[in-house]
């Protein structure tokens, strides 16, 4: 096992078209989060699944934007309707319940011109 | 509700000099504390951490930090900085208590003058 893997590396967008992201944590990890930073600033907490329920939201994820993680495997973060301001790098990372680190993913970055 | 602030967006030391930066938290329960490092376009890795018990914490690359809970810092520090060490790091702060997530600073990014 490598690590938290992340696909695409990169993606180069049309404001309006939706794009997907996924995210296949660390095997035996059943808690994985998303964050999003933007350049400049710290990652910020978008969402975070233990197994396949989604557990908790931040206010930054608007109704555009969906993840899932049917299997308690593999995530996905989609975004619909994209904009300019989404333009942002996506982190991925999973982790054990209760353990205090949190293994992260090289990131999706996003472009939206 | 937890928050990090960290204290200067660029600093600048000469090779072999000593790397100080600046962390500072707010967290109304006991809190886990990180240090992570980025490198240009690639996700963060973990240098250190704090949970509980000795409160100088010894981490990867030679950076070590402690936690003061008097003056809620995490600072973290290096005796002598390589240019390998030029990168963005990012302090965190989060809890054992439900999510789990943690809470970034803005980042500080480290440059190694030759």
């Known amino acids: 096992d490598t690590g938290v893997s992340q696909n695409p590396r990169h993606k180069i967008t049309k404001r309006g078209q939706n794009v997907t992201f996924r995210c296949d944590p660390i095997s035996e990890h059943n808690r994985l989060y998303w964050y999003r930073q933007t350049l400049g600033q710290g990652p910020e907490f978008l969402t975070y699944?233990?197994?396949?329920?989604?557990?908790?939201k931040s206010r930054l994820l608007s109704d555009r934007f969906s993840a899932e993680r049917p299997k308690g495997s593999f995530s996905t973060l989609e975004i619909q309707r994209t904009e300019q301001g989404d333009s942002a790098m996506y982190l991925c990372a999973s982790s054990f319940p209760g353990a205090d680190e949190q293994y992260f993913g090289p990131g999706t970055r996003l472009t939206v011109t | 509700a937890q928050s990090v602030t960290q204290l200067g967006s660029h600093v600048s030391v000469s090779e072999g000099a000593l790397v100080l930066l600046r962390c500072n938290y707010s967290s109304s329960v006991p809190p886990y504390l990180f240090w992570h490092v980025q490198y240009p376009n690639q996700g963060l890795q973990l240098l250190l951490k704090y949970t509980t018990g000795a409160t100088l914490v010894k981490g990867i690359n030679g950076f070590e930090a402690e936690f003061k809970k008097s003056e809620t810092s995490f600072h973290l520090t290096k005796p002598s900085a390589h240019m390998s060490d030029a990168a963005e790091y990012f302090c965190?702060?989060?809890?054992?208590?439900?999510?789990?997530?943690?809470?970034f600073g803005q980042g500080t990014r480290l440059t190694i003058n030759p």
């Open positions: 699944f233990q197994n396949e329920a989604q557990l908790e």
């Open positions: 965190a702060v989060s809890t054992l208590q439900g999510a789990q997530k943690l809470v």
